[in-house]
Nanobody
């Protein structure tokens, strides 16, 4: 089983930037996809950005043009560069790794991102 650990969250002013990192205990290349999700208080968890094994990326409409997901297979990390942060980006951000077979659906513990005005 893959274990994921997020880091890089914190408090930032609106318009600022943060970079989140997701470190995997095993090789992320064994995963079909790694994604960043977020959950704000009282809201459902939503997908923010996902990167596939071959590097294909998808983004939520709300973050397109502001967030960039990338992976470093050599370091077994997936990063989320967040620019032009908005108040509505405030949430706990989770890293997720998935594989179809053998099944893997691993979550990190989450990292808090707070954007202030």
């Amino acid at each position: 089983q893959v274990q994921l650990v997020e880091s890089g969250g914190g408090l930032v002013q609106a318009g600022g930037s943060l970079r989140l990192s997701c470190a995997a205990s095993g090789t992320i290349f064994s995963l079909d996809a790694v994604g960043w999700y977020r959950q704000a208080p009282g809201q459902q968890r939503e997908a923010v950005a996902v990167i596939s094994r071959i590097g294909t990326t998808t983004y939520a409409d709300s973050v397109k043009g502001r967030f960039t997901i990338s992976r470093d297979d050599g370091k077994n990390t997936v990063s989320l560069q967040m620019n032009s942060l908005k108040l509505e980006d405030t949430a706990v951000y989770y890293c997720n790794g998935k594989r179809t077979w053998p099944i893997i659906d691993a979550w990190g513990q989450g990292t808090q991102v707070t954007v202030s005005s």
